[in-house]
């Protein structure tokens, strides 16, 4: 090396053989010309050559001069470079340059070189990808890590090759790069701040999307060099995240962005650097959480991530941010949760708790994002999300929020379709949702227009899509129908109804809009548009659109024209889309996209139009029934039993025969109907009776063949077929025939003369046929009639008691085990109430007399001849036989006249009767005629007794049946302006002077100033004053004010001279006043009219007399705690936290499984007004899914026995101390009532009742209604699924079939069974089979002697046992027993083991206190 350097002194410079002189002489041509034979040269050239390194060491200097370097020709320069480039391989590893700023020069120009690299398809381009490559072999730029510069060199370098990369490159150019970059990274002694900058500049989304290579270089290039750079990676985050020094970098800001991406690249990257993001989750900053939260989202959710498994405190501080206060970390976390689930499924169990709290977030765009993150999960694939997650959904449905309930309305329907119809994933996926079904039918039950609208539309695109082919649409619909739950099936049939009635409203306007113009033309339209507009969203707006609609329909004959076929009755589904598309396409406007006139009747012709329901559909609807009945359909394949599927086959075509009666009129399907009546099956061939009835009014004249069929089979059945199919028939005959009068005399005389008291089971049917033929023809057969009751119903059949009655403690018991006598007297009842409905009138006073009977009925407990022959279940029959048939008098305007107050008041005492079963069927059938505003306003007043009921459930159903009648008469009023004159009868306000009268007259308001039973007259009004003073609509809390006022200045006026009873008066309307002035604020300002009392209850006020004394003592003035009323809620609170996670209950699976499962013990069909379920309750909306106690929870007894107002008055001096086991009164105050709702659910856990026990009269009954002990004996029928099951039936059938013989009598509201809220038969009951089994092996309770008062000595042990020590007490409790406490421990001992299953029970938890 010394001679080299001696060489080099010379400065003679050695050219290769060939060149000349390279110098700034020449040309540049010749230039380029000589140095490409250098370039040649030195690339032949090795390290091993040193004889030629030493020749041609001053030619390497002298390529490195100025003159070189700064050339301005590319050519050259590119030439000198490539030099430059091999002199480094062949001097390696020492460089012939010493100098270091020769040195920066030189790697500053070959960098500069390398941005030829760039354009690919440039001729020189081969010799760039050369100078690339030789610097990468041999590492050049390694010399310069001794430089003082070195970070400049490199970084430019760096940023040469970031820039000049591109898609045009191989894969080899980007394996040279990486291999330079690489080589600077690992053998360094450090990488700079700017140098890092350089690298993951390329890695910022935005330049990411700029230059896809560049990112692909960086990312190689990271992944290569990932342990060597990991500590700067360390630094520079630590810089930033803990130490806040933004100002190191540049990309600072990028800081989140730059994590993921590294992340993604190589994890081993960010070892030091996760941590760090732990502590920066619970920054203060909110940004910066939101950041942070949106990293980490990403980062768990990457599919192949595994940083959850592999950083546990990370993830669960993560989940933490689920509960951040602010808002939109939230929601990032909601968002971030469909990704989890999809990708990492074994995260689901550890997201289920926080989607839990996150679906009753306040904010509503939470839980949005909670039921679109669950739904797109579930769409992926249904195994990724558990039950918990949909059920999350499921409750959403409900939320006050109508964004929140159709996304979760419209998740469930898209996961429905997907899984069930299309069964996407197998029977199993389908079994598991096969509740969205029932679920989302269930949402037609709220008030809202539009969550109707929503059902409807997803009925008829998801459930039963309108698209599919006829016979594949009915066979859907058929499978469909024969699954859905009870309520569901109502929710249905409601729906059809009100697309029907909305259909015929249509109608009406079509064909008012051709008539010729008047003032009374312009109301009927306006009438009409208002009923229109009440079917559609947001009212009002939508009343200016429809009347623009009426107006179009005058002008337009073409559109008028279309809409008459959409709403003719022989409308196919195929005409009625191509009607709709017309329609919708004669009034768009390509002008105007978003058309709001447009919207609205998109709206109207969505619920009329018939999608569904055609000739070609019912006739494919019965081949399918029919296959089921050949056994050649799939039933079991569906999953449905033969049986059920043809059951519930033909209930399906007896409501569509309601909706659609045109549509039945084909030979063909008349034919199938006739073979039904032909079958076993007596349910089946009902149904096809009543598909006859509402479908056969022209099928005397257009299918005579049929006729002549059918006419036969009706009179045998009238005459011989069972009780339910002789009813049906006569209404057919009466339906369809012309010549009725000839046909019914044919049947009627026969039956007359043979009517035999001797064999009651043969009477039964002729009672019933009789029964009806009275009310359609009560003059054809005037005379025999009245000679039929006086002599035969009367006389012979009410008036003798022939068989004597088992001798049982039950009080109910099931249809099939009741006495044929027994129905034969309820048949003879009946009958004389439809012959006087049909009669109409009361001109032979036989009105007056059979109300006379009835009361007489109800006064002896349903044993007419008080031989004590009947036994208990039969009384309990013949007093709700009773009770029903005053009712169902009082609705005839004729009759109601009549009933007597004393009558009244009887009656109204049904509602308290003894026997569970009595008190639910005839709080529905009392339910019924007011909703129907058939039956007056004073019997709404009847509902106020139920506060004494001991069940829960009996309570929630009076409330609600109250909060649906009270809306159904506001509403009323407020459609029909014009019945201002019928104010007194219509206005529910009114029903406060009928409720306080009523409890003056109560028979347990015995003594007027005991505290005890004032707090239940309180109870009792608050219960109806509750509901009503909800809303302050129109001041009426000051008119409830001044109609007690009012009262007060009045006398009773059924006992005017009586002062007892006109102080009971002032006294209870002294309680009702401190109960409005305790609950409003507004009671004090001016009444908007002055009230009229009714003139048979309270006299006429005295003018001189002022009546300002306060009757209540003292003592009552703490028990009226001001507070506002509280709303009766529609829809769910959002926040309303669940019984327990697991266990969403449901209203359905407890309120309607309990209080539904028998006939429409639901108080209202789907739209109806519904309040919370009793005072306590809180946001109970809809007939589903806000948490409800479960099963377990939800049935326990009633803490211990209530005080019987006897026991009361003995009881002064104990008042205020409650005995052990005992509820001092039957508070349903909002405190209290939120303790039973915990506390009535403990049966379950303790005991199962039987039927004995569930039936068994009380110890300590009183006059007309259960003692207060009865929750736990024989109350508890209403506790509970399984418990209910037990005593549900016998209401169930029995209500069902006088709910639908009222409903087929009317006329007015002909077919209306088959859209009323009922359940259907065969669901939610027990086999008969097990109810006589549960019976038979239960254990008969002590008999009562007769319902009333306790007796005396009853009493007075009860009160002995007040003495009783705390420590008996206690015991008494821990076994688990509530005798009556004046019995001898060994006898407690004994009967708890004979009759365990009458008495045992959990004390609850206030009597313990």
């Known amino acids: 090396m010394a001679h080299s350097k001696n060489r080099a002194t010379d400065g003679k410079i050695t050219y290769p053989p060939g060149v000349k002189e390279i110098s700034d002489k020449i040309s540049k041509e010749e230039m380029v010309r000589r140095l490409k034979m250098v370039v040649k040269t030195f690339m032949d050239m090795d390290q091993d050559s040193e004889e030629e390194k030493e020749l041609y060491l001053n030619l390497a200097l002298h390529l490195a001069s100025d003159f070189f370097l700064k050339h301005p020709d590319k050519d050259v320069r590119l030439l000198v470079a490539c030099c430059l480039a091999d002199i480094f391989r062949i001097y390696a590893p020492e460089a012939p340059y010493t100098s270091p700023d020769k040195l920066k020069d030189i790697f500053m120009f070959i960098t500069r070189q390398l941005k030829g690299l760039e354009d690919t398809k440039s001729a020189q381009f081969n010799r760039y990808f050369y100078l690339l490559e030789n610097i990468a072999w041999v590492k050049s730029y390694n010399i310069c890590f001794e430089l003082e510069d070195s970070n400049e060199i490199f970084t430019q370098l760096y940023r040469t090759l970031f820039q000049v990369i591109n898609n045009g490159h191989n894969q080899k150019v980007h394996m040279h790069m990486v291999d330079l970059m690489s080589s600077i990274v690992c053998e360094g002694d450090s990488v700079s701040q700017e140098l890092l900058d350089t690298v993951l500049v390329n890695l910022v989304p935005a330049h990411k999307n700029l230059n896809k290579q560049a990112y692909d270089l960086a990312k190689a290039l990271l992944k290569r060099t990932a342990q060597a750079i990991e500590p700067y990676i360390t630094n520079f985050f630590n810089q930033v995240l803990m130490l806040g020094k933004t100002s190191v970098s540049d990309l600072s800001e990028h800081v989140f962005d730059l994590i993921l991406e590294l992340y993604n690249i190589d994890s081993h990257l960010l070892l030091s650097v996760l941590p760090q993001l732990e502590f920066k989750l619970k920054s203060n900053d909110n940004d910066e959480r939101l950041q ?371 549509s039945f009129h084909s030979a063909e399907t008349f034919e199938s109907l006739l073979g039904c009546l032909r079958m076993d099956d007596e349910k089946v061939a009902e149904a096809a009776l009543q598909i006859f009835k509402n479908t056969g009014s022209k099928l005397e004249e257009s299918f005579p063949h049929i006729k002549s069929i059918l006419l036969p089979v009706l009179q045998q059945k009238a005459k011989k077929g069972p009780p339910r199919q002789a009813k049906y028939a006569i209404h057919c005959i009466h339906a369809m025939f012309t010549n009725r009068d000839t046909h019914f005399a044919q049947i009627f005389e026969p039956l007359h003369k043979s009517l035999d008291t001797d064999n009651m089971e043969q009477l039964i049917t002729p009672l019933t046929t009789l029964g009806h033929l009275a009310m359609l023809a009560p003059e054809q057969f005037a005379a025999p009639l009245k000679s039929l009751v006086a002599n035969f119903i009367v006389k012979d059949l009410l008036m003798n008691d022939r068989i004597p009655g088992k001798k049982t403690t039950k009080l109910w018991v099931p249809d099939d085990e009741v006495s044929p006598e027994t129905l034969a007297k309820i048949q003879g009842l009946k009958l004389m109430v439809r012959w006087l409905l049909g009669v109409k009138n009361n001109q032979s006073k036989s009105g007056n007399s059979t109300l006379r009977m009835l009361t007489a009925i109800l006064s002896s407990d349903g044993d007419l001849t008080e031989q004590g022959k009947m036994g208990k279940p039969d009384m309990s029959r013949l007093r709700l036989a009773a009770g029903c048939a005053i009712l169902r008098l009082a609705q005839e305007p004729c009759y109601h006249e009549i009933i007597t107050l004393e009558q009244y008041q009887l009656c109204a005492l049904v509602i308290n009767d003894e026997c569970y079963q009595v008190r639910q069927a005839f709080a529905q059938k009392l339910h019924k005629g007011l909703c129907r505003l058939r039956l007056p306003l004073e019997y709404l007043a009847v509902f106020t007794l139920c506060a004494k009921d001991p069940v829960k459930e009996r309570r929630a159903h009076a409330r609600q049946c109250l909060v649906k009648n009270i809306n159904l008469r506001r509403e009323y009023l407020k459609q029909h302006a014009a019945v201002s004159e019928k104010l007194i009868s219509l206005l529910p306000e009114y029903v406060v002077p009928y409720a306080i009268h009523l409890l003056v007259h109560d028979p347990d308001y015995v003594k007027v100033q005991d505290i005890e039973q004032l707090k239940d007259i309180k109870e009792a009004l608050w219960f109806v004053l509750e509901i009503l003073m909800a809303k302050n609509e129109n001041n009426s809390h000051a008119f409830i004010r001044k109609m007690v006022e009012n009262i007060k200045q009045t006398k009773d006026g059924q006992c005017p001279d009586d002062a007892k009873i006109n102080e009971k008066l002032y006294t209870v309307c002294d309680v009702a006043m401190n109960i409005v002035i305790s609950k409003s604020t507004t009671y004090s300002l001016e009444s908007p009219k002055d009230p009229v009392l009714p003139a048979r209850y309270f006299t006429q006020p005295d003018k001189n007399f002022s009546n300002t004394k306060n009757y209540l003592p003292p003592e009552m003035k703490s028990f009226f705690t001001p507070g506002k009323p509280k709303a009766a809620n529609v829809l769910g609170a959002v926040n309303k936290p669940l019984s327990a996670t697991g266990k969403l209950q449901t209203k359905l699976s407890r309120m309607e499984t309990i209080s539904n499962a028998s006939s429409n013990s639901n108080p209202s069909s789907p739209g109806r007004s519904k309040g919370r379920l009793d005072s306590a309750d809180v946001d109970h909306s809809e007939n589903e899914d806000i948490s409800m106690k479960s099963p377990s929870e939800t049935e326990k007894p009633s803490r211990g026995r209530k005080r019987g107002a006897a026991a009361n008055q003995d009881d002064k001096g104990q008042e205020s101390k409650p005995k052990r086991g005992r509820k001092k009164a039957a508070n349903t105050s909002t405190d209290d009532a939120e303790d039973q709702w915990g506390e009535d659910s403990s049966m379950a856990e303790t005991t199962m009742e039987t039927e004995d026990e569930q039936n068994s009269p009380p110890k300590r009954g009183r006059r007309g209604r259960p003692p207060k002990s009865a929750a736990a004996k024989d109350e508890t029928p209403g506790k509970g699924r399984r418990g209910r099951r037990k005593t549900a039936p016998p209401v169930d059938e029995e209500n069902e079939e006088e709910q639908q013989e009222e409903e087929e009598e009317d006329e007015e509201d002909a077919g209306s069974e088959n859209m009323e809220v009922k359940p259907k038969g065969r669901r939610g009951r027990k086999p008969r089979a097990e109810v006589s089994e549960a019976a038979s092996d239960s254990v008969e309770s002590t008999p009562q002697k007769r319902r009333g008062r306790p007796p005396k000595s009853l009493t007075a042990a009860r009160k002995a046992s007040g003495g009783r020590s705390r420590a008996a007490a206690n015991q008494e409790e821990e076994s688990d027993e509530e005798m009556d406490t004046a019995q001898q421990s060994e006898e407690e001992e004994d009967e708890s083991v004979d009759a365990s299953p009458k008495v045992r029970r959990k004390v609850g938890r206030r009597d313990r206190r």
């Open 292 to 662: 942070v939260v949106k990293l980490l989202a990403k980062m768990f959710g990457a599919k192949d991530s595994e940083l959850a498994s592999q950083n546990k405190p990370l993830w669960q501080c993560y989940l933490g941010r689920f509960n951040d206060i602010h808002v939109p970390v939230r929601l990032e976390c909601v968002k971030f949760a469909s990704h989890c689930l999809m990708n990492h499924p074994d995260l689901a169990k550890d997201l289920t708790e926080y989607l839990k709290v996150r679906s009753h977030d306040p904010e509503e765009a939470i839980r949005h994002d909670v039921i679109v993150s669950i739904v797109t999960a579930s769409k992926k694939d249904l195994s990724l999300v558990n039950d918990h997650l949909l059920n999350f959904v499921r409750e959403r449905t409900l939320d006050k929020r109508w964004r929140v309930r159709k996304e979760a309305m419209m998740g469930l329907a898209q996961i429905y379709k997907k899984y069930s119809l299309q069964a996407e994933a197998g029977k199993e996926a389908a079994k598991q949702i096969s509740w969205i079904k029932d679920k989302l039918l269930h949402i037609y039950y709220q008030n809202s227009i539009d969550d109707r609208l929503l059902v409807e539309r997803i009925f008829a695109q998801y459930l039963v899509p309108h698209n599919l082919e006829t016979t594949e649409r009915m066979k859907c619909l058929y499978y469909l129908y024969a699954t859905l739950d009870g309520n569901a099936v109502k929710a249905l049939n409601e729906m059809w109804k009100c697309q029907n009635m909305l259909r015929h409203h249509v109608k009406d306007l079509l064909d008012l809009v051709k008539q010729p113009k008047s003032d009374s033309y312009n109301k009927a339209v306006f009438s009409k548009v208002m009923v229109i507009t009440r079917n559609l969203p947001d009212p009002g707006k939508t009343q200016d659109f429809v009347k623009k609609l009426a107006q179009v329909l005058e002008e337009d004959e073409k559109i008028r024209k279309q809409l008459e076929t959409l709403v003719s009755p022989s409308c196919s589904c195929k005409q009625a889309e191509v009607c709709v598309k017309e329609i919708t396409k004669k009034l768009g406007s390509p002008k105007q996209p978003s058309n709001p006139f447009l919207e609205m009747v998109k709206f109207l012709l969505e619920r009329i139009a018939p999608v569904h329901i055609d000739t070609e559909s019912i006739s494919a609807l019965i081949k399918q029934v029919n296959k089921s009945i050949e056994g050649t359909a799939d039933d079991e394949d569906e999953g449905v039993p033969t049986e059920q599927a043809i059951r519930a086959g033909l209930e399906l075509l007896k409501v569509l025969s309601f909706t659609h009666p045109v």
